[in-house]
Nanobody, 122 residues
């Protein structure tokens, strides 16, 4: 089970930290990714992290603004989002493939959270 938290309304330039709590599986086995879907747009991969935590990937438009990390003591993956822009507004999902390798391809994910809304607006 994957459960997102930390979304909400923030002004442009602000920050949010999303959390993805993982339960029911061996946390250290799975890579985790963050995906988002804005109204009228296709779902896209935002960031992902390997099971070890040593390998990460980012969507070009969020590089240098977003940081993904994982805490094995809390079975949680985080997405720190800084300098948020209106175009970051979307429902954000955490998801996992059935394995340790990270991917930004949402079609390869096997497990999904329900999603959480992030709205960037003044």
């Amino acid at each position: 089970q994957l459960v997102e938290s930390g979304g909400g309304l923030v002004q442009p330039g602000g920050s949010l930290r999303l959390s993805c709590a993982v339960s029911g599986v061996i946390f250290d086995y799975f890579a985790i990714g963050w995906f988002r879907q804005a109204p009228g747009k296709e779902r896209e991969g935002v960031s992902c992290i390997s099971s070890s935590g040593y390998h990460t990937r980012y969507l070009d438009s969020v590089k240098d603004r977003f940081t993904i990390s994982r805490d094995r003591t809390k079975n949680t993956v985080y997405l720190q989002m800084d300098n948020l822009k209106p175009e970051d507004t979307a429902v954000y999902y955490c998801a996992a493939p059935d394995g340790p390798s990270p991917s930004l391809d949402w079609s390869t994910m096997d497990y999904w959270g329900k999603g959480i809304l992030v709205t960037v607006s003044s």
